[in-house]
């Protein structure tokens, strides 16, 4: 797969503008980001690059930066080996468990050790909503509990999950790429119980679960949070992320509108993890 490099400079550059437009770039196919000194790197396959769709997230930007941007379409790379020397390094979360790749040896005596070689994927832990969600996973019980995994992206999650006990595991993504690389890395980690599926939440059918998790962003998990509260068991738990603390009261009404009980809320730096109890 052929991949185009878009170069955004912001001005004035900020991490808050830099998460908000990875974000909205996401939604329009980008697939993995790297913010330099001074400017934000994203990825997007060849086939899905589109000035219009950019063009059209600089203009309705919500905040008031001047965005250029630059493109060129770069040669097919051994993309484990650009993360090994550039982006993915080992990543602990709470002391207990230890994120790397397959090409990393990392000393240390953890009570978990996930392999994950994520190539444009996301979910390497890195970025505060995984880790949230990893943390809250590691606070939960979730031994013999049915679990799905909504973006799996890398499965990081539903193989932490697993690990945690949950069976079985459900793991859904709607793209491609992501659901290949999903499946690589539950086999990497030697797991047996989680199974994947490539969609979105039409894909559930009448499937039900003790536990969901939904590592998205917040328009997506608007649109879909009636169909995770009719996949949850009762007495189950709903946790998203994907979006900001200012985002929480909207969040928190659609899950309130459909039935769920709003319980609280993990943050980091900004990013926030939202709990909801059927």
Request: charge should be negative; include cysteine; aromatic fraction near 10%.
């Amino acid at each position: 797969m052929r991949y185009t490099q878009t170069v955004f400079v912001l001005q004035p550059f900020s991490e808050t503008a830099t998460d908000i437009l990875s974000a909205l770039l996401a939604d329009i196919g980008f697939e993995s980001f790297v913010v330099t000194e001074n400017s934000l790197e994203a990825y997007i396959p060849t086939a899905l690059f589109s000035e219009k769709n950019i063009d059209e997230i600089i203009v309705h930007f919500p905040l008031d930066e001047k965005i250029s941007y630059s493109f060129t379409e770069i040669e097919e790379k051994n993309w484990n080996e650009e993360w090994e020397k550039h982006y993915f390094q080992p990543i602990v979360i709470a002391d207990k468990c230890i994120i790397q790749s397959s090409f990393h040896h990392q000393e240390g005596e953890y009570q978990y050790r996930i392999f994950i070689d994520p190539k444009m994927a996301f979910g390497t832990g890195h970025h505060q909503t995984t880790g949230l969600i990893l943390r809250d996973i590691l606070d939960m019980d979730l031994n013999n509990k049915s679990v799905l995994d909504m973006g799996t992206g890398t499965a990081v999650l539903a193989i932490l999950a697993s690990m945690r006990g949950a069976n079985p595991v459900l793991a859904v993504d709607i793209d491609e790429w992501a659901y290949n690389n999903a499946r690589e890395n539950i086999e990497r980690n030697n797991i047996s119980n989680i199974r994947t599926v490539l969609g979105g939440a039409e894909a559930l059918g009448g499937e039900s679960f003790d536990v969901i998790f939904a590592n998205i962003n917040r328009n997506i998990l608007l649109q879909d949070i009636p169909v995770y509260e009719k996949a949850l068991n009762t007495g189950g738990t709903l946790i998203v992320s994907g979006f900001y603390k200012r985002d929480i009261p909207a969040v928190r009404e659609k899950c309130e509108s459909c039935g769920l009980v709003y319980t609280g809320f993990r943050e980091q730096d900004d990013w926030v993890s939202v709990t909801c109890k059927k």
